[in-house]
């Protein structure tokens, strides 16, 4: 071979290479982003959102971590503080409900509980009044507004109840921590999670409550919600989800496809669809009562989700720890074709732990309405280099895990540094990245 075709030979190497680098960046930096299922719509004061409601006008309230109360009235785009008549220094909100007439209840806790409590806006949250005059110092964790506009409040010193518009209250039961407090739409009965006394249920608006179970993940309950088959579900600290089907009398733990078990959330959508926001892994959704779940996180740059909210248009926002306010790009009623298509282009989550060292794990979804497919997992390093294959078979529908130790397809340990792994199916070709230390 002479120098000019030895040349011309590098050449045509190095352009093949340059191609393949480029179309595995592109892959990650364009095709990702291109099928987005949320947006952020802004990030009100501090960014640490634990609260969302909305009244019938479609304004969004936001309940924040040191910068008190927001308001939007255009789908989240701008935001507006409103505090006027709230104590400033103490302008941590983790509780919002809408009752009648669109009067607007807020709930504020501080490290010591002064000048907490809950707090009426009776003009769209531009003033606020303090209720709780006659329980001082109460810190406020979770509110309540039922169909009759009886005020249900957990607090870190039990539960309280307002049937007047929270012109007076009384103390239901004390000396425990009560965290989550939801209302069953389909049979009135109240539900609430509380720190150390367990699960509670009453069937009389919150007047009684009647201790059920006596689980030690009952202790952990963060959030309820209730679907049209009359299921309960339990998004809980530690445990991840639990459905009873029987009222709350028995509960099962359902977690398949479930990447976190430290659930903050849960709603549900009019198609009957489960959301879930997780501590640290995102947003999860099921539609078959909670049996698979399968994360839904592109677009959502903060995977840290405090809260969750279904609007009076179906679309679904998300509070997030210090990132603010996403939102669904389509309303919930629509979205079907969105889900399936992001399954499709999304199935493959960001490897866990990232960075890693010595092993991480890859997890992938395989779309609850696809037939049963060849899946192959191949890792590479930044030149293009094909170091090993990782997974090659046939696939059915569901969630799977998949490991690797950082070693090539020879079992020799390969260098620190950035690596790119590629799922390649009948429908997609999706690549991650993720960092090897050592």
Not at 66 to 85: E, K, P
Request: with cysteine.
């Amino acid at each position: 071979m002479n120098p000019m075709q030895l040349r011309t030979n590098c050449i045509g190497n190095i352009f093949i290479k340059v191609i393949f680098i480029l179309a595995l960046w592109l892959s990650i930096h364009f095709e990702v982003q291109a099928q987005d299922f949320w947006r952020r719509t802004g990030i009100p004061g501090t960014g640490h959102v634990y609260a969302l409601a909305a009244n019938s006008k479609n304004d969004i309230f936001a309940g924040t971590i040191g910068s008190g109360i927001f308001r939007s009235g255009n789908d989240g785009s701008d935001w507006t503080a409103i505090n006027s008549g709230l104590i400033l220094n103490f302008t941590n909100v983790r509780a919002i409900a809408v009752g009648q007439g669109d009067h607007i209840f807020a709930g504020l806790t501080t490290d010591l509980c002064q000048g907490s409590g809950i707090f009426r806006s009776n003009d769209n949250g531009e003033n606020w009044a303090l209720l709780t005059t006659s329980l001082p110092d109460l810190c406020v964790v979770t509110l309540l507004i039922d169909s009759l506009g009886y005020i249900i409040a957990g607090t870190e010193r039990g539960i309280i109840r307002s049937t007047d518009g929270g012109a007076n209250w009384a103390t239901v039961d004390t000396d425990f921590f009560t965290g989550a407090i939801k209302a069953n739409p389909f049979s009135n009965d109240l539900f609430a999670g509380t720190k150390f006394f367990g699960l509670l249920r009453s069937t009389d608006r919150g007047e009684t409550w009647e201790k059920i179970g006596n689980e030690s993940w009952h202790r952990q309950i963060e959030s309820f919600a209730f679907n049209t088959h009359e299921y309960i579900f339990a998004g809980t600290f530690g445990s991840g989800i639990y459905r009873s089907r029987n009222h709350g009398e028995n509960w099962n733990a359902v977690n398949n496809g479930l990447l976190d078990t430290d659930v903050a959330a849960l709603v549900v959508d009019r198609s009957g669809r489960i959301w879930a926001g997780t501590y640290n892994r995102g947003v999860f959704y099921s539609r078959d009562d909670g049996e698979n779940w399968f994360g839904i996180n592109s677009g959502l740059e903060h995977h840290q989700v405090r809260c969750l909210l279904i609007d009076v248009n179906d679309h679904i926002y998300v509070g997030t720890e210090g990132g603010g306010i996403f939102r669904s790009i389509e309303p919930t009623t629509s979205v079907q074709e969105t889900i399936d298509s992001l399954h499709i282009l999304h199935s493959l989550q960001q490897n866990h732990p990232n960075p890693f060292n010595p092993e991480t794990k890859i997890v992938f979804f395989v779309p609850p309405n696809a037939q049963q497919q060849r899946v192959v997992i191949k890792i590479f390093d930044l030149t293009g280099r094909l170091v090993r294959v990782l997974f090659d078979r046939e696939v059915a529908p569901g969630h799977y895990e998949v490991m690797w130790d950082g070693r090539d397809a020879h079992n020799n340990e390969l260098a620190s540094g950035t690596y790119v792994y590629r799922l390649e199916s009948d429908k997609n070709v999706i690549t991650q990245k993720m960092l090897l230390i050592h």
